[in-house]
């Protein structure tokens, strides 16, 4: 019998990135989103208030306490966390269509998430057999309070509890496939967008049809 690559059929990649707030995350990837028009980026739901400036079902789906309970018990999440006194969750409909259908979903999602998709889905699910997890580190802790106090968006007491969290967060990094050291935007961008293209060519998403 001859061999037709036409006979597969090409899944996405789920590309799950997380990294302490300052660490200039949004930096690397909002350019890549831009310009790659293979890549999705999943809009969560969140019950933080908007910053100035964000739009809802663009940058976050902004709801509330009791419609977050309700997604949850309605199984609409892949996964979701507290993450610094607020909810934060991944919605199946934003992921697995898109995938299905080849296209990479970006996840900027925290440690707990991105942990816990890794230990909830094996290796035989859509989401295990095709999820990738990348770490982005700041220079150092130093350099990630210059950024976040200089980035002026958070109260005092909202700062500490991020600067607190990213210390706790940066010990986890060895638990994620790839590390990118943010010490150069550029060069940080570059790394991102290889690592993409590497996710694209791996035999794991190919699947007969
Ligand atoms: P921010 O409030 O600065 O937009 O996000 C705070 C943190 O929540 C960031 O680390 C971001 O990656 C994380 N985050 C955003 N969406 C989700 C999500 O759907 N699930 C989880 N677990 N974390 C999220």
Sequence with gaps: MSFEISQYKKLGSLIVVSGASGTGKSSILKPVIAEDCNLD???????RKPRPGERDSVDYY???VDKFQKLIEEDAFIEHANVHGNYYGTLKSE????????KDVLL????QGALSIRKNFSKETLIGRLAEFVFIM??????????????GTESE?????RLLNAREEMNHFLEY???ILNSDLYKAIGNFKSIIESFRCKTRSFISK
């Design 138 to 151: 700041p220079p150092s802790y130093e350099e990630l309070e210059r950024r976040l106090r200089g980035r």
């Design 41 to 47: 980026f999943s809009v969560s739901c969140t019950t």
């Design 157 to 161: 007491e909202s700062l500490k509890k």
């Design 95 to 102: 992921v697995e269509g898109a995938l299905q259908q080849g």
């Design 108 to 111: 900027d999602i925290d440690i």
């Design 177 to 179: 496939d790839y590390c």
């Design 62 to 64: 902004f709801i509330d």
